[in-house]
């Protein structure tokens, strides 16, 4: 069965800290994706990144980034100089890939991120 | 580019009563997926659809929930009678299919309210 955990509920940082949101998952998938959204306020999840299970490349998208580490089944996320707009509910995701790939995410419970100023 | 649209953006109604969402996709998506968010937890998918026809719909509570996607466009979910257990923010996604994109794009939810 697949699984997603994020064990962080609710995480506070004052603005310009650097944050890291963990996620673990399992699967006995050979080939699958990994996700982050976010999903501020108004309520709309918005996709963030996706990584495919053979690029364990660590990604880089201006203050954001993520680590894929397939040895601990992990794909954490970095808010490095967070700011009050960061704050939000994020959610790691994982479906499987290949040629049955349905695309059906499997969801962690969320980690709530509020940025104070 | 339009994104996936979803109305009604609220709606409280009272038990046993029968309410229905709406949804859109964004144009050229072939897949299109139902999800509940309870609150306090992720999405949980609900119902798949393969350009108009439902491939994965085990999660579905089928004695009282419904979907169609009449031409492979729009989709519409129903829920008949409604239960106090049903609350929850019901989120539209959709995708092109593509075997290396997997990534889903979500409407802004409807949330449901049964007093």
């Known amino acids: 069965a697949q699984k997603v955990t994020q064990a962080q509920t609710e995480i506070s940082v004052v603005e310009k800290e650097d944050v890291t949101l963990d996620c673990v998952y399992e699967?006995?998938?050979?080939?699958?994706?990994l996700f982050w959204y976010k999903q501020p306020p108004s309520g709309e999840l918005v996709f963030l990144i996706r990584r495919n299970s053979f690029d364990e490349q660590n990604e880089i998208s201006g203050r954001y980034s993520w680590n894929f580490q397939k040895s601990t089944s992990s794909f954490n996320f970095t808010i490095t100089a967070s700011q009050v707009v960061d704050s939000a509910v994020y959610f790691c995701?994982?479906?499987?890939?290949?040629?049955?790939?349905?695309?059906?995410?499997?969801f962690g419970q969320g980690t709530t991120l509020q940025v104070k100023p | 580019e339009a994104g996936v649209v979803q109305s009604p953006r609220y709606k409280i109604i009272e038990k046993k009563q029968p309410v229905a969402f709406w949804c859109n996709p964004i144009s050229g998506h072939n897949t299109l997926y139902w999800y509940r968010q309870n609150l306090g937890q992720g999405p949980e998918l609900l119902i798949r659809y393969e350009n108009e026809e439902a491939v994965d719909d085990s999660q579905l509570p089928k004695d009282r929930f419904s979907a169609e996607r009449l031409k492979g466009v729009d989709s519409t979910l129903k829920i008949q009678p409604a239960e106090l257990g049903d609350s929850a923010v019901y989120l539209c996604a959709s995708r092109q299919w593509d075997l290396h994109k997997a990534e889903q794009y979500f409407g802004p939810g409807t949330r449901l309210t049964v007093t």
């Open positions: 995701a994982l479906s499987g890939g290949g040629s049955g790939n349905t695309g059906k995410l499997i």
């Open positions: 699967t006995r998938d050979t080939t699958y994706y």
